[in-house]
């Protein structure tokens, strides 16, 4: 799990730098802007693991910017991108699972639900790793 997750609009480098002052052990960037990618690079330390995970990649123009080619190049960087989901494409598969969970063959474990009010305190425990299941947040 994660210790300690750091949100922020803005450059984290220096928020990061006085937590870990020899930098961070793995990163997850989620927005990969030309800034976060800046910070990525300053912030993580020399046997750190980058993973670029941001859908927003194109939203910020980060790929054709050059600079993602140039971070992706870069060693223990890495990319995770979940693709978009279509009916054409996806709607067959995404029916059997849903088939399955309501004839009970899938069972997710659910560790607690939370109000949709409580929602930063099941913020906080998930950050402590206070749960072994999924966490629901319920708008009803």
Request: with cysteine; aromatic share 8%.
């Amino acid at each position: 799990g994660m210790h300690k997750v750091l949100v922020s609009a803005d450059a984290v480098a220096d928020e990061v730098l006085k937590e870990w002052p020899d930098g961070a052990d793995g990163i997850v960037d989620t927005i990969v802007s030309e800034k976060t990618l800046g910070d990525d690079f300053e912030i993580r330390n020399d046997k750190a693991y980058l993973c670029l995970a941001g859908s927003l990649t194109e939203s910020y123009g980060t790929a054709k910017s050059g600079s993602f080619a140039n971070a992706m190049s870069q060693p223990r960087v890495d990319f995770y991108d979940s693709g978009t989901i279509s009916v054409e494409k996806d709607g067959a598969i995404i029916q059997e699972i849903v088939n399955r969970v309501e004839q009970g063959i899938y069972q997710p474990f659910i560790d607690q639900v939370f109000d949709f009010n409580d929602l930063v305190k099941a913020h906080e425990m998930m950050d402590q790793n206070a749960f072994a299941g999924k966490v629901v947040i319920s708008l009803v």
